[in-house]
């Protein structure tokens, strides 16, 4: 008799009060609220982890206006006026122990209304990241307006290749004491660019590190493998309907 009056017991407080999965709707829900976030002069940098991805805006110098919102899984979307270079970023980070080919293979789907007007300056829609020991910035390039690395003073063109419906240029720069994940430092930039520009589609992000170490240009640690939309001197806006950045 005493063990039916604690069965009945147990089931009226769990009727009562929702019971855990009630708990566990009302923090995944807590968890998937969109969050906005917008620079000014005393705040030119937002950067944490949201449902699974990591994020960051950063405007230089909180110029202009320029905002980022932060919504389920890795999708984002922001935008950018009056700046001097506006940067927001949605995807993975790593604690700088394991080389690329440890973790896995890298990859991402997306899909990007990307909306630049660049009459002056210019923007990127890449795949971005950072390595260290040594030091390494690199980016996969998928759509860029009026300029891009190769067209800087001292870019070197490493090497060429076919993959995911296009030809990517493959050039290597070198930064001079200019800021890095590590504070102002001098470090290499490694850059895939795609021929064929592209805002949806998926990309083997593995095959440029591999055809990129194959090339002499080697890589680090990993710190970062990430979706950026980049502006410099510019306006924009952008949104992600579609944004997965994954390892296996």
Sequence with gaps: MKRLNLLILVMIVMAACGGVAKFASEKGAEESKVLTFCSDPDNDQFKGEHDGYAYELWNQNGAG????TIGAGALFSGHWQGIDNYLARRGLVFDETQLHHEI???STTYSCIYEPTTESGNSYLSVYGWTVEPLIEFYVVEDWRRWI?????????????EIDGSIYDIYESTRYNQPSIIGDATFQQYFSIRRDVRNSGSIDISAHFDKWESLGMELGKMNEVAFVVEGYMSNGRFEFTELEVKVE
């Design 104 to 106: 896995g293979r890298f």
């Design 65 to 68: 206006d320029a905002c980022m």
């Design 149 to 161: 690395p190769s067209m800087a003073e001292g870019s070197q063109l490493k090497g060429t290749f």
